[in-house]
């Protein structure tokens, strides 16, 4: 399944790696035109290359999704350069993380500032030129820990619980227009951010996973995809997980 032809120009943050690098890698061998978006054009060299190499062209941009002004300035770089903005993938995140009782206010608020603000900003963001154009697709990057929880996470899983309340408000607000609006919950993927855990805790956290092997970035990638495609064209405000059943129990 191809995407939409009228829905190709897609921007994606957090394109320069990870599940983010595979979505610009994935849509673009399925015929769109990827706006991707990291803290430096310099990081994104590599998923430039890819994406030409799928024979997709690609728009490379920078800043901290934090803030409004980076959003604002992403969208006014496409509709310069392709006329509008069909599709948004807001994927870009980070982790502090630490036990409650030790993280300080700082970490709360940047996580909180990034993964959730940062959606905020790109959504609002994209809504005036998707409305104009009477349809959009917006997938925000969960995180299965959203519903669960997770100890030492509690600033991460705050941030990725509001992106489920955004996106079905988005939703609501939004589906006159044909603008769909969902969230992609990822489980374990092996990227830089689940690298950073030990062995012992990776293995720990394979056991609970149905399929028993952590996700890729592709895996992800294909579900991002299934939502921005034809087929998912009557789904909106859903929270689809891709976590290999770890959410089972
Ligand atoms: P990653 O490998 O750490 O990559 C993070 C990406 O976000 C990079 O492209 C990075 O750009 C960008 N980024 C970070 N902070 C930014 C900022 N302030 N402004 C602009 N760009 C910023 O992460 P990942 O594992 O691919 O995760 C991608 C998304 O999936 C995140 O939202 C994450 O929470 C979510 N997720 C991941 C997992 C997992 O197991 N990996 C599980 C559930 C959910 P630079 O290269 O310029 O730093």
Same mark, same amino acid.
């Given at each position: 399944?191809?995407?939409?032809?009228?829905?190709?120009?897609?921007?994606?943050?957090g394109?320069?790696?990870? !599940?983010?690098k595979?979505i610009?890698i994935?849509?673009a061998?399925?015929?769109?035109?990827?706006?991707?978006?990291?803290?430096?054009?310099?990081?994104?060299?590599a998923?430039?290359a890819a994406?030409? *190499?799928?024979?997709?062209?690609?728009?490379a941009?920078?800043?901290? !999704?934090?803030?409004?002004?980076?959003?604002?300035?992403?969208?006014?770089?496409?509709v310069?350069a392709?006329g509008?903005v069909?599709?948004?993938?807001?994927?870009?995140?980070?982790?502090?993380?630490?036990?409650? #009782?030790?993280m300080s *206010?700082?970490?709360?608020?940047?996580?909180v500032?990034?993964?959730?603000?940062?959606?905020?900003?790109?959504?609002?963001?994209?809504?005036?030129?998707? #409305?104009?154009?009477?349809?959009?697709?917006?997938?925000?990057?969960?995180?299965?820990?959203?519903?669960?929880?997770?100890?030492?996470?509690?600033?991460?899983?705050?941030?990725?619980?509001?992106?489920?309340?955004?996106?079905?408000?988005?939703a609501?607000?939004?589906?006159?227009?044909? !603008?769909?609006?969902?969230?992609?919950?990822?489980?374990? !993927?092996?990227?830089?951010?689940?690298? *950073?855990?030990?062995?012992?805790q990776?293995?720990a956290m394979a056991?609970?996973i149905a399929?028993?092997?952590?996700?890729?970035?592709?895996?992800?990638?294909?579900a991002?995809?299934?939502?921005?495609?034809?087929?998912?064209?009557?789904i909106?405000?859903?929270?689809?997980?891709?976590?290999?059943?770890?959410?089972?129990?």
């Amino acid at each position: 399944m191809s995407l939409n032809p009228d829905q190709l120009r897609i921007l994606v943050t957090g394109a320069s790696r990870g !599940i983010g690098k595979a979505i610009a890698i994935e849509l673009a061998s399925r015929g769109a035109k990827i706006a991707g978006l990291a803290t430096k054009t310099a990081n994104l060299a590599a998923t430039q290359a890819a994406v030409e *190499a799928a024979g997709g062209e690609f728009l490379a941009l920078e800043g901290d !999704i934090s803030v409004p002004e980076t959003a604002q300035a992403a969208v006014k770089a496409m509709v310069d350069a392709w006329g509008g903005v069909d599709g948004l993938v807001a994927n870009a995140g980070i982790t502090r993380d630490n036990l409650l #009782m030790r993280m300080s *206010a700082a970490d709360f608020e940047s996580v909180v500032q990034t993964n959730l603000g940062g959606a905020f900003h790109f959504l609002k963001a994209v809504t005036r030129p998707m #409305m104009k154009q009477k349809s959009g697709r917006v997938v925000l990057v969960g995180s299965v820990v959203a519903a669960t929880g997770n100890p030492g996470q509690a600033n991460y899983c705050a941030a990725k619980a509001g992106l489920h309340g955004l996106a079905r408000s988005a939703a609501l607000e939004l589906g006159s227009r044909n !603008i769909t609006v969902n969230v992609v919950a990822p489980g374990f !993927i092996q990227t830089d951010m689940t690298d *950073a855990l030990s062995e012992e805790q990776r293995a720990a956290m394979a056991q609970k996973i149905a399929l028993k092997r952590p996700g890729t970035p592709e895996d992800v990638a294909g579900a991002v995809h299934f939502l921005l495609s034809p087929s998912g064209a009557y789904i909106t405000g859903q929270v689809l997980l891709v976590d290999g059943g770890l959410s089972l129990g």
